[in-house]
């Protein structure tokens, strides 16, 4: 009986808090509006435990079966249920007031609420993102996560072509603007109704604060600048990320690199991700300490990481932001034919730096990778980028959370690990099968270091994936982890 979902959907919004008491029978009108329903009978029955994702799916389905959906696929369903959620989510004035009133008591009180609020509108689903597969993995860098991402839905075919038909747009420009609060969706534009944003003020200029949908960590936030314009790594950059940090001192926030290969995959519009998870490039202890002339007040040093990582700490930001910008200035223009870092080749320039910010013990830290996107014959999807013989594992840029040591791998994994294991305990020609024929050099190199049983199969091929992503940071990494590589890493830090 459809009444009983649309009663558990109302009911859902008041417990919530997305509706007040006195909103119940607009709330259910509301849904009934959404879904062309004219008449409603109240089932008169107390609810137990309402969980949301089963309750839209049976309002989809009814939806679909009258006509009112017209597309039974995951896309049109995601632009439906979206539009039904918007319907009850609380308005912007309301979210804004109710955050900054939090904010006034604590900074952790109002993100804790807002990143509650921001899953109870499914704006970050909460049924897909518990499909995603994690785990760690001990390796002499610590404990990296590893994460299979099946949270994000495939579009199906007849979705690709009816985007083919649209007529081209450039609003919103991109799904980070701002315009995205409340806006309806297309089929090759996400529904964001449900999406509320935060006003933020950061340097004395006006962004946004959100929650990323995918949520790849704990409270996987975004700060996005209020004006589209393309990401840049530069001295404003570096006070922005530590003023962030100063009033959310309980987040991380960082800045993918502003160049391709090494940069993120939204380079057109600037913003950093950050939240509440300690990764383990943070965990990671400095392993050569370093004075900078003239800086003796900041603690610094090369940082234990397969990755190329200056670590700079100090109770005044302004200090960090003026070396930082020293080491930013000299990066870009520095070469090092030895150990293959070229500034630029033909004026096209290589060398940047992924920064991330946080507050450690009432001091500001900054860690700056350094990152280079050379490419050459060898390696043209870029010398500091996953080799060839990794690709089957992870072929797609390192950005920002990569660098941190949270391997972010594709849905097609899921599958593909899991015939791995079944065909390493079964003994079965590991070329025989399009699953498993792409890791068959990969897994026969190491099934002769374990004693491979049913039980323990999966396990072992996700250790080895772990393995296999750190191997991914030293490609990725400028200097590498030898003696040549240190000194050669030193020898730029004495250029400052």
């Excluded at 107390?46 to 049976?58: D, M, Q, R």
């Excluded at 350094?370 to 089957?392: I, Q, W």
């Excluded at 079965?428 to 004693?451: C, G, I, M, N, P």
Aim: net charge negative; aromatic share 10%.
């Amino acid at each position: 009986m459809i009444d009983a979902a649309v009663s558990k959907l109302a009911v859902y919004a008041l417990r919530t808090g997305l509706i007040e008491e006195s909103e119940y029978l607009w709330a259910v009108n509301t849904i009934l509006d959404t879904l062309k329903l004219d008449s409603y009978t109240d089932p008169g029955q107390e609810w137990g435990e309402i969980e949301l994702a089963p309750v839209l799916e049976e309002l989809l389905d009814d939806a679909y079966a009258r006509g009112v959906l017209t597309e039974n696929s995951v896309v049109y369903r995601d632009l439906f249920d979206t539009e039904l959620m918007g319907r009850l989510t609380p308005r912007p004035a309301q979210v804004i007031s109710k955050f900054q009133a939090l904010y006034r008591e604590a900074p952790q009180k109002a993100t804790d609420w807002y990143y509650e609020l921001s899953q109870d509108t499914n704006y970050i689903r909460r049924d897909r993102i518990a499909k995603d597969m994690q785990w760690k993995t001990d390796t002499e860098y610590g404990q990296l996560d590893i994460t299979i991402n099946l949270s994000k839905p495939e579009k199906d075919p007849k979705a690709i072509a009816a985007a083919r038909d649209l007529p081209a747009s450039n609003y919103p420009r991109c799904q980070l603007c701002a315009e995205n609060e409340g806006y309806a969706g297309r089929v090759n534009h996400p529904a964001r109704q449900n999406h509320r944003i935060i006003p933020i003020t950061i340097n004395d200029s006006p962004w946004f604060l959100q929650y990323s949908p995918y949520v790849y960590y704990n409270e996987h936030c975004i700060c996005l600048n209020s004006v589209h314009t393309p990401m840049k790594i530069d001295r404003a950059c570096f006070g922005k990320l530590l003023d962030f940090v100063r009033q959310f001192p309980h987040y991380f926030v960082g800045s993918n690199a502003d160049l391709p290969i090494v940069g993120g995959s939204i380079l057109a519009h600037d913003h950093f991700q950050g939240g509440r998870y300690t990764f383990a490039m943070e965990k990671a202890p400095v392993e050569t300490p370093f004075a900078f002339p003239g800086f003796e007040d900041v603690k610094a040093g090369i940082v234990k990481w397969p990755m190329s990582v200056v670590r700079l700490a100090c109770q005044d930001s302004g200090r960090l932001v003026e070396l930082a910008d020293r080491i930013l200035t000299a990066w870009r223009g520095y070469t090092d034919e030895a150990a293959t870092i070229l500034a630029e080749t033909e004026g096209v320039p290589h060398n940047t730096i992924t920064p991330i910010a946080r507050m450690r013990d009432g001091k500001y830290e900054l860690d700056l990778v350094l990152r280079n996107n050379l490419t050459t014959e060898e390696h043209p999807l870029g010398l500091y980028h996953p080799h060839a013989e990794l690709h089957h594992i992870k072929k797609e840029n390192i950005g920002l959370i990569e660098v941190m040591g949270l391997a972010v791998l594709p849905a097609r994994l899921k599958e593909e690990l899991a015939a791995v294991a079944d065909s390493l305990v079964s003994g079965s020609d590991l070329r025989a099968s399009v699953l498993t024929e792409k890791h068959a050099d990969w897994a026969e190199r190491f099934q002769t270091k374990y004693t491979i049983t049913r039980e323990n199969a999966l396990d072992i091929v996700q250790r080895e994936t772990g393995l296999v992503f750190a191997q991914v940071l030293e490609h990725a990494g400028v200097y590498k982890r030898s003696n040549e590589g240190r000194e050669a890493f030193l020898r730029f830090l004495k250029t400052i």
